[in-house]
């Protein structure tokens, strides 16, 4: 059974960063593209960024853009995603996904296997 577990969340104050992990278990990680998607309280699940297969080419959302970067090591089976100058706004469960089409990154539909989330929590 696929395993996706992600790690490295917690409470931080505003400003902080935090660097979110995923790794995978029980597939060919270098098949998949990577996603990171979170959901706040009361709100639909929401697209944070993605990365291709290989690592060369990475997506964001508008809302981390120029904040946010996300890796990956397809020799550890491990993707990350570094996060800089928290806002309180940016609190939620984040997600990691896995999606072997590659092409809707965007789009949380699109993924095949999902992790079970870990808690940012950004304080003012």
């Known amino acids: 059974q696929v395993q996706l577990v992600e790690s490295g969340g917690g409470l931080v104050q505003a400003g902080a960063s935090l660097r979110l992990a995923c790794t995978a278990s029980r597939l060919t990680f270098s098949n998949y593209a990577m996603g990171w998607f979170r959901q706040a309280p009361g709100k639909e699940r929401e697209f944070v960024a993605a990365?291709?297969?290989?690592?060369?080419?990475?997506y964001y959302a508008d809302s981390v853009k120029g904040r946010s970067t996300i890796s990956r090591d397809n020799a550890k089976n491990t993707v990350y995603l570094q996060m800089n100058s928290l806002k309180p706004e940016d609190t939620a469960v984040y997600y990691c996904?896995?999606?072997?089409?590659?092409?809707?990154?965007?789009?949380?539909?699109?993924?095949?296997?999902w992790g079970q989330g870990t808690q940012v929590t950004v304080s003012s």
């Open positions: 996904a896995a999606d072997y089409g590659g092409r809707q990154l965007r789009t949380a539909d699109s993924y095949d296997y």
């Open positions: 990365v291709n297969w290989s690592g060369e080419f990475t």
